[in-house]
């Protein structure tokens, strides 16, 4: 577990206490490595964002576009309600809401805990849309194979270095409500170069759910991901 970049206990660090020191916080990545053992077959999505950048409308997209060839869940984490979890049952996703009862992010115990609640058999694909916030939920790790970033193009171009370790610990981010950038101070360009100097290795892609731009690259990445955690199984 110490070489896993996204451990909670490398990342957060650890209570000092006279000269010994108690790795308190290593029991997330203890939680997160029985997820990891328990969904072998499933590919693990953890969508990361500010409130309202898109990450509820973009599930609802990819259930549009993928769900007839890919099995999808999706565990949704808010403070309060069960309406993004609504969203999606209209959309015929297989939801479950995550209420953290005002908690800013999702613990590895709570999804290991929803696991019981959802149908894994024959699962491809599990999202897990974590509660709004660029902060806490980059320390936790969930299980997942990939972290997914949205960073709206309403929010500011220089939010990657405000919040660097949400950008250094994901594998993608998505420039989302890119059909406003004509209307906003925000350079694709500008964003591309910070979010790479925090993280050389994230990937990026601009995104609209309002005019499709990019979602086809979306989805594209996302079945590769899936082909790959399949592949990883057979081998
Ligand atoms: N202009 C624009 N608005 C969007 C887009 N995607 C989502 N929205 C709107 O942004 C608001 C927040 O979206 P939501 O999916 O709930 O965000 P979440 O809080 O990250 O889950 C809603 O009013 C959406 O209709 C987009 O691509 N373009
Ligand atoms: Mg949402």
């Not at 959802?118 to 509660?131: A, K, M, S, Y």
Request: aromatic fraction near 4%; hydrophobic fraction near 40%; include cysteine.
């Amino acid at each position: 577990m110490a070489s896993n970049p996204k451990s909670l206990g490398n990342r957060v660090g650890s209570l000092q206490c006279d000269n010994t020191t108690l790795h308190l916080l290593k029991a997330n990545d203890f939680v997160a490595n029985a997820i990891r053992q328990r969904l072998k077959n499933v590919c693990v999505i953890n969508v990361c964002s500010s409130p309202g950048s898109g990450k509820t409308t973009l599930m609802q997209e990819t259930g549009k576009r993928l769900g007839k060839d890919l099995n999808i869940a999706v565990l949704v984490g808010d403070p309060e309600t069960d309406r993004d979890a609504v969203r999606m049952k209209e959309v015929g996703l297989n939801a479950l809401q995550i209420v953290t009862g005002g908690m800013c992010h999702i613990e590895a115990q709570m999804i290991l805990q929803a696991l019981d609640h959802i149908d894994l058999e024959n699962l491809d694909l599990l999202f897990i849309e974590n509660v709004g916030n660029l902060l806490c939920p980059s320390a936790f790790d969930l299980g997942e194979d990939y972290r997914v970033t949205l960073l709206a193009t309403t929010e500011g171009d220089d939010k990657p270095k405000k919040y660097p370790r949400m950008f250094l610990t994901s594998e993608l981010m998505l420039v989302s409500k890119a059909d406003l950038l004509p209307y906003v101070p925000f350079t694709v360009e500008n964003v591309t170069q910070d979010a790479r100097e925090v993280n050389p290795n994230i990937e990026i892609l601009t995104i609209s759910t309002l005019n499709g731009e990019g979602i086809d690259a979306w989805c594209e990445w996302l079945q590769a991901r899936v082909e790959a955690k399949k592949a990883q199984i057979a081998e």
